[in-house]
């Protein structure tokens, strides 16, 4: 609400929507069936304690205390840690570890959580081990609640026919052989869709074109090119 704030939104409705609101939906599925999840955001049910101790537990404050407090101030540095500190799968206590395949035997099959607060609720219980299981709705969906808990707006962004460029070229490369057989060369992949947030601040380190809504994604990606 204060306009010198790197997070100021001007817009009361925005406001409402993106840092006040506890209940949101998330669409899921593919292009030609779209489904929409509700999801309980809940970033005003006693959860600040978690997410101060999330960005204490970070391997960004491990590894130099002074200079990760000093930063708290910056919602590009937070952004930063939170998209790191959501996902659990390069070993620094993460909230979630992700999971796409295989058995979700006695874990939680990811598609049968509805809301943030259980889940930050027993990773806290649970001394801060990675809840299992989560994909990228479930990373979103929580990010989104530990943002708006910290005060920076933040929504989430749904994209079906996700182009997926393993090799940082900027197309997805497919072979076939002479008589057209499809050659399984390239690791390049379009995902069904694919769930990311948003969140609104300004940056000085760009100039002002730049201000607005800037995109973290908190779901643990395959690598490219290390």
């Not at 998330?26 to 292009?31: M, R």
């Not at 182009?163 to 995902?191: C, E, F, M, P, Q």
């Not at 990311?196 to 201000?211: I, K, T």
Request: net charge negative; glycine share 8%.
């Amino acid at each position: 609400w204060f306009s010198g704030d790197d997070v100021y939104m001007s817009n009361e409705n925005e406001r409402q929507e993106y840092v006040l609101n506890e209940n949101g939906i998330i669409f899921v599925g593919n292009a030609r069936y779209i489904e929409a999840r509700g999801w309980y955001y809940g970033q005003f049910q006693d959860l600040l304690n978690i997410c101060l101790t999330m960005l204490d537990l970070s391997l960004y404050y491990r590894q130099d205390p002074a200079m990760d407090v000093s930063r708290r101030g910056d919602p590009k540095y937070v952004g930063r840690v939170i998209s790191s500190m959501i996902n659990g799968n390069d070993n620094d206590n993460g909230v979630l570890l992700g999971k796409w395949q295989g058995s979700f035997h006695s874990h939680e099959n990811p598609s049968r959580w509805d809301g943030s607060v259980v889940i930050l609720k027993k990773w806290r219980q649970d001394n801060y081990r990675p809840v299992q299981y989560g994909q990228c709705w479930v990373f979103a969906g929580v990010m989104c609640t530990v943002l708006r808990c910290l005060g920076i707006p933040t929504r989430l962004v749904s994209n079906f026919n996700s182009a997926h460029d393993v090799d940082r070229n900027l197309s997805i490369d497919k072979y076939y052989d002479s008589s057209g057989r499809s050659l399984n060369i390239s690791k390049d992949s379009t995902w069904d869709y694919h769930v990311w947030n948003e969140s609104w601040f300004v940056r000085p380190d760009l100039g002002r074109a730049y201000n607005g809504w800037q995109v973290l994604d908190a779901t643990p990606q395959e690598q490219s090119r290390g």
